[in-house]
């Protein structure tokens, strides 16, 4: 069973182009079951059936939550097992196509419902405070983080996007860079003259001072002369937060948050929204045009004296 599931995992990493947080979600999901399934004495796929997958799912959402500092009692989210129904009915999907399982006991398990959550984005105010360079000096560090912010809001990239961002995508005389985003599908993304000046600042006299002879062409270097990872950028944004004096958690989404909220505000056409941000569905784009719906009920609770 383990067996098929590599296969599946070598699909989405070669063929498919799924970012590496698909990939580990899913890993995690099916490596779960095969252990569950070991348990029940099921030793090949073609012994799984319906009944098994939903005794299965009963049994992650009832398992309680074995993580440091978890609240007693606490089980799995619905997010998490929808993500879970998720990577079963891919795997399968995979199987049967590949004609290496002869029937898609999956595809009846329904996908619950998803709460509604709104984007949390930064106001025009608290994005100014962040982009405010901090101090006098100028290093490495200061212009390195100077460009990823003023990039991030300018351009709306996802975190792992910022991180594997390479130099030949750069177009700066252009304005504008190409983004391969989820799927290996590429994107033209513009950008402004702040966000152009930081790169230029960052490029001519931060990163050449990190530059070692294993770098790699990424837009980004750490101290050691190494591309980001993920949580490493994620905590310099937060700590650049911090130093700006804002005071509730921010994370990298809300920069790109941020970058569709506004241009929606600002009357962007959500086509064009979408295309920027890479979203493959319009219902995904769409999520914003609620956050706008949120903004315009504050304002007239907040302001309408009958209101």
């Known amino acids: 069973m383990q067996a098929l599931v590599e296969d599946f995992l070598v699909h989405l990493r070669h063929e498919r182009g799924q970012s590496e947080a698909t990939q580990r979600t899913y890993a995690h999901a099916l490596n779960r079951f095969v252990e569950w399934a070991s348990h029940q004495g099921l030793r090949d796929w073609r012994q799984v059936e319906l009944p098994h997958l939903i005794a299965f799912l009963q049994h992650e959402h009832s398992r309680p939550l074995r993580i440091p500092h978890a609240t007693p009692g606490r089980h799995l989210s619905s997010e998490t ?32 419902r998803r709460w509604l959550r709104l984007p949390r984005a930064l106001s025009l105010d608290e994005v100014h405070k962040l982009l405010q360079p901090t101090g006098t000096e ?11 912010l003023e990039l991030a809001y300018a351009s ?34 513009p950008i402004g003259r702040p966000a152009i ?15 070692r002879p294993h770098s790699p062409g990424t837009v980004f270097l750490t101290r050691r002369g190494t591309a980001f990872h993920p949580t490493t950028l994620w905590r310099r944004i937060k700590k650049r937060a911090r130093m700006a004096g804002l005071n509730r958690p921010i994370t990298p989404h809300m920069l790109r948050h ?39 009920r504050e304002v007239h609770q907040r302001f309408h004296p009958r209101a």
């Open 81 to 112: 097992l929808y993500l879970t129904i998720a990577a079963l009915r891919a795997f399968y999907r995979y199987a049967v196509r590949e004609k290496l399982l002869p029937f898609n006991v999956a595809e009846h398990l329904s996908l619950p």
């Open 138 to 148: 100028e290093t490495p560090d200061t212009l390195c983080d100077q460009a990823i």
């Open 156 to 189: 709306g990239l996802r975190l792992s996007e910022l991180c594997r961002l390479r130099l030949e995508q750069l177009h700066l005389e252009s304005g504008f860079l190409t983004v391969i985003g989820k799927g290996n599908k590429e994107r033209v993304v």
């Open 197 to 211: 000046g930081a790169l230029k600042a960052w490029l001519t006299k931060g990163r050449p001072r990190l530059v």
């Open 258 to 296: 941020s970058f569709a909220t506004h241009l929606l505000e600002h009357g962007a056409d959500l086509r064009v929204i979408q295309e920027l941000l890479g979203h493959a569905s319009i219902q995904t784009t769409e999520i914003y045009t609620h956050v706008g719906t949120a903004r315009l």
